[in-house]
């Protein structure tokens, strides 16, 4: 009997999974966002002869060596920041949050395999670009492979938060598509997709150092070149994640 009653949460939950899984199949623009548009701006980059020649001004690197850590943050902001909240946002409206709340199946299930489902999107899309830009594009290994993989686990964290706050604060799609929209390109700017960040003014590279996509592609660019992340991107990042992941918590509403 008992173990009965712990199996069957988990075979519910795996159901739910599985399920969330499916739908997001047959809807594909997260895996199409959040995997194929990073995949097609690597290629795009990587083939232009140009953008992989090093360059004293950018720190005796090329552009395209640059532009990789920038590529995984975008494949992390697409999934949390895009996605993940719209998603949320469409059950609460739709009320499908408040009639689970009457089911045997609690919301947070949900909640949890929508994070689940875009977290393993996010990982596969981090992968094929590591790979591809390795195999394909004679892009170096990270030299610093537990400090990459530390910076790409506070990106995840910081941005999913940010995601879930969106998604805690707004109540309709619409608007959660504004919000998303504008921070996608706000942070993108300040991550150095237009102006690499070595090349940024003074100023306007202490607000990208302040920001979540600018301390992740420092932290990222360092690891890749055998560096430890600086303390200061490790704090940001540790920051966004506490302050927005607590605001997420806190005004979460199922309906």
Request: aromatic residues 10%; proline residues 7%.
């Amino acid at each position: 009997m008992k173990n009965t009653k712990i199996k069957t949460p988990r075979v519910a939950f795996g159901k739910l999974l599985l399920n969330e899984a499916r739908l997001a199949l047959r809807s594909p623009i997260g895996i199409g966002m959040g995997l194929a548009l990073p995949l097609l701006l690597l290629v795009v980059f990587g083939s232009i002869p140009v953008m992989r020649q090093v360059s004293s001004d950018l720190g005796g690197l090329s552009y395209f060596a640059l532009s990789f850590p920038i590529l995984i943050v975008v494949t992390v902001l697409t999934l949390s920041i895009v996605i993940l909240p719209r998603s949320l946002i469409k059950y609460r409206e739709t009320g499908i949050l408040r009639r689970l709340s009457v089911t045997p199946v609690p919301p947070s299930w949900l909640l949890a395999a929508q994070i689940a489902i875009n977290l393993a999107i996010v990982v596969v899309g981090i992968i094929i670009l590591t790979a591809a830009g390795v195999a394909v594009f004679g892009l170096e290994i990270p030299k610093n492979i537990p400090e990459f993989l530390l910076a790409d686990f506070l990106t995840i964290t910081s941005l999913f938060a940010v995601g879930l706050c969106i998604a805690a604060m707004v109540k309709n799609d619409a608007v959660a598509q504004g919000i998303g929209g504008f921070l996608f390109f706000a942070l993108m700017f300040f991550g150095g997709i237009w102006i690499p960040r070595p090349l940024m003014p003074p100023m306007l590279l202490d607000i990208s150092n302040g920001m979540p996509l600018g301390a992740s592609v420092d932290a990222i660019q360092r690891a890749m070149q055998g560096l430890l992340p600086s303390l200061q991107s490790i704090l940001v990042l540790t920051a966004y994640t506490l302050v927005f992941g607590y605001l997420a918590v806190r005004y979460f509403k199922w309906e």
